[in-house]
């Protein structure tokens, strides 16, 4: 999930939010606003109810962020880099560098995010109580009881052991624990999130049906979504164990065709089209430092009178938008990173130099190659 825009650091790691975030804030905010609290607390006016909504809605997004920042620290902490947060629609999501070494890192990276969750539940639950034994009440205790409501339920709901849940995590901790075996304990976390999906789009259609509106479709979606990430974390899991032990190195194209960013596409398309092999051309500066990636999807983009004009350095993929990996890198490290630029390669560099790149048909055969060694190995997976 990229970022439409960042906030900034917290805790030293960079957080963004995706424009899909604006939808969930604003339902929330519309929820208490007019329907939740003035039916709870009537005879207040209509800028009360939305200063008390979009007040509640933001700290709730607040929760959040501290949910997962705290997946970040700790994942820093057992020796995991983080890309960043991103926000989006479904909550927040960390961007880790790699996986958890060990069942019990796994366990305390998955469990803290909850428990942070409950935490704050926990807090404003105990403000919420105390301000009621005081004899205040009003929309001030409605919101702290909600904040304390939807934390806690956040802490539920995130435990449920299916992936990608952190409940899922904990699942596959522990039978990863139990078996030694970490591609199964993906397998089996990824299954029961796709069981749990079908159980929450069958539970939303009934209560839509039953008349409970959106909140049913809401659920159903919840559920639709948890089934395409299970099925991309079972993937996932399958392919990390068919690249276990291969190296960046291993795949590449080493030493690939570069250009200048300088030349025109006319040039390009005229002179070195069709005496080149790939689909996508490293751009790379006199010192063979690389600037830029252009593919041909970029290229065909280019209308035939602005081909002349247009240089490749203008149509690359930028040089801070590049995915960059080490020949000695381990290539399941290298997989997550692979989203971040649209082209989905990565220009391998050894002192900074380009020495080669890495295509999705390289990835392709690697998975291949390993999945066919899993078969033919006693013991293989």
């Keep these: 999930m990229r970022a439409s825009f960042r906030l900034g650091r917290v805790a030293g790691v960079p957080v963004g939010v995706n424009w899909s975030v604006l939808v969930i804030f604003l339902l929330i905010a519309w929820a208490l606003s007019a329907v939740q609290f003035p ?20 700290v709730f997004f607040l929760g959040l962020l501290a949910h997962e920042v705290s997946h970040s620290v ?59 034994l005081a004899g205040v009440h009003g929309l001030l205790l409605g919101s702290l009881a909600w904040l304390a409501g939807i934390n806690v339920l956040l802490a539920i ?83 990390g164990s068919a690249l276990r032990g291969v190296r960046v190195a291993d795949v590449m194209t080493p030493q690939p065709q570069t250009a200048s960013g300088a030349m025109t596409v006319a040039d390009f398309v005229d002179n070195y089209l069709f005496a080149y092999r790939h689909t996508a051309l490293p751009l790379t500066d ?10 041909l999807d970029r ?13 490749l350095g203008e149509v690359a993929c930028r040089a801070d938008e590049l995915v960059l990996a080490r020949p000695d890198e381990d290539l399941t490290e290298l997989l997550p990173r692979l989203s971040e630029c649209a082209d989905g390669r990565a220009l391998v560099v050894t002192d900074q130099r380009l020495v080669g790149i890495v295509s999705p048909s390289d ?5 291949q190659r390993g999945s066919l060694r899993d078969q033919l190995t006693p013991g293989g997976h």
């Design 39 to 58: 039916r709870a607390y009537p005879g207040r006016s209509l800028v009360e109810y939305w200063a008390a909504g979009l007040a509640a809605a933001v």
């Design 74 to 132: 700790v994942a820093r902490r057992n020796g995991i880099g983080v890309e960043g947060i991103t926000l989006w629609l479904f909550g927040g999501v960390s961007q880790l560098k790699g996986e958890a070494r060990d069942p019990g890192a796994e366990l305390r990276i998955a469990g803290v995010g909850p428990l942070v969750s409950l935490l704050i539940g926990a807090f404003f639950g105990a403000i919420a109580v105390a301000l009621s």
């Design 157 to 239: 709901f995130n435990i449920l052991p299916a992936a990608p849940l952190d409940g899922g995590r904990l699942l596959r901790a522990a039978v990863w624990k139990a078996t030694g075996d970490r591609t199964k304990a993906s397998v089996v976390a990824a299954r029961a999130g796709r069981i749990l999906g079908v159980v929450l789009i069958g539970l939303g259609l009934w209560q839509f049906i039953a008349g409970a509106g959106v909140g049913g479709l809401w659920l159903a979606l919840i559920g639709w979504f948890l089934i395409g990430a299970a099925g991309v974390e079972e993937q996932q899991a399958r392919m």
């Design 286 to 295: 006199g010192d063979g430092h690389p600037v830029g990636l252009v593919t």
């Design 299 to 311: 290229v065909r983009g280019i209308p035939a009178d602005r081909r002349a004009a247009t240089t």
């Design 363 to 367: 990835i392709s055969r690697a998975v």
